[in-house]
């Protein structure tokens, strides 16, 4: 999934994308499009978030995102991707406090592709080839 990051065409779905400078769903936000990164923001409270459109769900986006990056509670997260899972989305990011037990048993009985011990944000800078 890492490597999908070298295209910055790719779509990136941000869940938990905020207005507040203070959490990290706008910080992961900003530097991403600082990188020029192909991203949106999921929060179901915000029409608009740093002048993007901000959707409710994954599943309103015009097109399937190569990676769902996760910002929220490991409980919110959970059932959010229980929904996708079942929706036959792949491709999951957990961002440092957002993992949990319960949704690496659950990606890994469904097979799915996912990241849980990284931050987005360090990974697209510590890379040269990003």
């Not at 978030?49 to 919110?76: C, H, M, W």
């Not at 690496?104 to 009985?109: P, S, Y």
Request: charged share 25%.
């Amino acid at each position: 999934m890492i490597d999908s990051l070298k295209d910055k065409n790719n779509l990136i779905a941000l869940v938990g994308a905020s207005n507040d400078r203070n959490k990290y769903g706008n910080k992961i936000l900003l530097d991403l499009l600082s990188k020029n990164y192909n991203v949106v923001p999921i929060n179901q409270k915000e029409d608009t978030i740093a002048g993007l459109k901000a959707y409710t769900k994954v599943q309103d986006l015009p097109s399937r995102p190569s990676i769902i990056n996760f910002v929220v509670p490991p409980e919110i997260g959970l059932d959010i991707t229980k929904e996708l899972v079942e929706e036959g989305y792949d491709h999951f990011w957990y961002q440092p406090g957002a993992e949990s037990e319960d949704l690496t048993n659950l990606l890994t009985q469904k097979n799915r592709d996912f990241i849980d011990d990284k931050c987005i944000m360090v990974v697209t800078r510590l890379s040269s080839n990003y």
